[in-house]
């Protein structure tokens, strides 16, 4: 996992886009780029967090016996070179902690059909 290339904002409404998920208590997003079959976007354009921009693109492929599910935080942190430190010595390896626990999440619900608490159970 790791940021990737820079991806546009623009189409986060209208045709296309998709509603928000359920975020957490100050962050708002709303999903968009849907491509059924194929993955998603999300734009988390308001957070607590010390971020100028935050795109989350889920994408889909076939596997063999299921569906491999990828997640690629695109993100910007403020604060200039301040922000670009801080992004190596922690905030990027929050962000792949955070990544991995959300598909560990989804996997445990696809696998169970039970929702997901604050720590996902072992399957």
Known sequence: MGRQGSVPVQAATGEGSIPSASA??????????????????????ESNLPLRSNVVTFALAESAGGTRVSVSPNYTLKFGPFGMLMDKLMVRRQFEQGMEGLLAGLKYHVETGNEVGDKVPAV
């Open 24 to 45: 957490p208590a100050g962050t708002e997003e709303r999903g968009f780029d849907w491509r059924e079959g194929e993955g998603f976007k999300i734009d988390i354009y």
